[in-house]
C-alpha cells in the first residue's frame, strides 16, 4: 500500500464506501449537512481548502486501486500540530488491517515529511473498531480542550479525542 495525494476522481470510489447514514455521521460529523454525498460535493467541500498549505487529501491505494482516504491539516500557524480526519478504507476491506496501514503511514509521512511534532484526531465512541484501530497504531486517549458531544440523530455522541507524539 502506498499514499498520495488526494485527485478529484477519486470522490466517486469514495463516497460509494458511505453505505448509510449513521456510517456516513460518523465519518464526517456535521461537516457536510446532507446525506447522501456524491462526488462532486465531496470535491466541491475540498475545492475550498486549494490554495490552502495547511490542507492535506491523501488516499491510500494497492495494486487493486483506491482502499482508503483521509485528510491532514495542520491547527496552528507554526504548523507543529497536525490533526487527521475524514479516515474511510473501502468496507470491502474493513477488519483486514488496511485502515491499519494507512494510518502507519499517514503517521510517518506526517512525522518524517510535514514535520508535525503531535497529530490529533477525534473519534466518536460509538465507533469501536476505527478506535481499536487508532489505538494498534499508537494513537493515545488525550484530554479534550472542551468536551465534544454532538446531536445525532436525536442521541448525543461524544467524541473521543487522541493523540500521538513522535
Not at 120 to 140: D, H, M, Q, S, W
Request: proline share 3%; hydrophobic share 40%; with cysteine.
Amino acid at each position: 500500500m502506498r499514499l498520495r495525494p488526494y485527485k478529484a476522481c477519486d470522490a466517486k470510489e469514495i463516497v460509494s464506501w458511505i453505505g448509510n447514514e449513521r456510517d456516513f455521521r460518523k465519518w464526517c460529523a456535521d461537516r457536510y449537512e446532507a446525506y447522501p454525498i456524491s462526488a462532486e460535493d465531496m470535491n466541491e467541500h475540498y475545492n475550498r481548502f486549494a490554495f490552502d498549505d495547511s490542507f492535506y487529501q491523501m488516499t491510500a491505494f494497492d495494486e487493486n486501486g483506491i482502499v482508503g482516504h483521509m485528510i491532514m491539516r495542520f491547527t496552528d500557524e507554526k504548523k507543529s500540530m497536525l490533526r487527521f480526519g475524514f479516515v474511510i478504507v473501502d468496507n470491502k476491506r474493513r477488519g483486514m488491517g488496511v485502515g491499519r496501514q494507512m494510518m502507519e503511514l499517514a503517521v510517518r509521512y506526517a512525522f518524517d515529511i510535514l514535520k508535525a511534532e503531535k497529530i490529533t484526531l477525534g473519534v466518536f465512541e460509538n465507533n469501536i473498531p476505527a478506535y481499536k484501530c487508532y489505538k494498534a497504531v499508537g494513537f493515545r486517549d488525550a484530554a479534550p480542550e472542551e468536551e465534544g458531544i454532538y446531536q445525532i440523530f436525536g442521541e448525543q455522541w461524544k467524541c473521543l479525542e487522541l493523540e500521538l507524539l513522535p
